[in-house]
Nanobody, 115 residues
Framework: VQLVESGGGLVQPGGSLRLSCAASGFTFSTYVMRWYRQGPGKERDLVASIGSAGSSPYYADSVNGRFTISRNNARNMLYLQMNSLKSEDTAVYYC?????????WGQGTQVTVSS
């Protein structure tokens, strides 16, 4: 099982980034997928989630209206489009796959929002 995040980097406040998560080794289309983030000195928090068929997206209040979660089950890919980025969005972003007792995590990708 592998989850590999990419797309992080340094961006100025107000800018945009698109994170990707490539999944392999499990039946991606049957799993609820989530993005989490962990800022410096903070706990890991849920950012967004999406149902197995792409339904029922959920967003944390802090990102609602700015971030969009999506998935492509044919390509085993998860995405997070992040717009209007703020300094407080600086964190390591992780993708997560969960179904029953199975709980998989990627290694994370760093997002830094700074001028």
């Amino acid at each position: 099982v592998q989850l590999v995040e990419s797309g992080g980097g340094l961006v100025q406040p107000g800018g945009s980034l698109r994170l990707s998560c490539a999944a392999s080794g499990f039946t991606f289309s049957t799993y609820v997928m989530r993005w989490y983030r962990q800022g410096p000195g903070k706990e890991r928090d849920l950012v967004a989630s999406i149902g197995s068929a792409g339904s029922s997206p959920y967003y944390a209040d802090s990102v609602n209206g700015r971030f969009t979660i999506s998935r492509n089950n044919a390509r085993n890919m998860l995405y997070l489009q992040m717009n209007s980025l703020k300094s407080e969005d600086t964190a390591v972003y992780y993708c997560s796959a969960r179904r029953f007792a199975n709980d998989y995590w990627g290694q994370g990708t760093q997002v830094t929002v700074s001028s």
